[in-house]
């Protein structure tokens, strides 16, 4: 599978992401990690922080659909595996962003910024982790 080289749009949405960011954690203090919100949204230990969470997930269901009406073409999307390997590794991506206390996105974007020790360990352990996945599938596998 070959990836295409998009620097502009990578540069700008990494921008829009960095400022979705900082705009949530100087508003409400909180930290714009996907699997937290969504999980916070799921398993609400606060009912007040439900309009928000629900708001940015309701946002990221939406974003293709806003992608259309401003070019008028959905965005291309090649999902390589089945149905269900999509919901193993949604279950996997969240138990582990659990055992991780945060995902990703969480960790690498607003956890990196904050100098978090806990996001410095977590990220490269990450990315370690995708690597190694990585090779094993296309490699050893050879899916």
Do not use: D, K
């Amino acid at each position: 599978m070959e990836t295409v080289f998009t620097p502009i749009a990578s540069f700008s949405g990494g921008m829009i992401i960095g400022l979705a960011a900082v705009l949530l954690m100087l508003g409400l203090g909180r930290i714009l990690g996907g699997t937290g919100i969504l999980s916070g949204l799921v398993f609400a230990e606060n009912a007040s922080e439900g309009l928000w969470r629900g708001a940015m997930v309701l946002g990221m269901i939406l974003a293709p659909v806003l992608i259309y009406l401003v070019t008028g073409a959905m965005p291309q999307i090649a999902v390589p595996v089945s149905s269900m390997m999509i919901v193993i590794g949604g279950i996997i991506v969240g138990f582990g962003a659990s055992l991780g206390s945060g995902c990703p996105s969480g960790h690498g974007v607003c956890g990196l910024s904050r100098l978090s020790v806990r996001s410095l360990v977590a990220v490269p352990v990450f990315m370690l982790t995708a690597g190694i996945t990585v090779f094993i599938i296309r490699h050893v596998i050879g899916a």
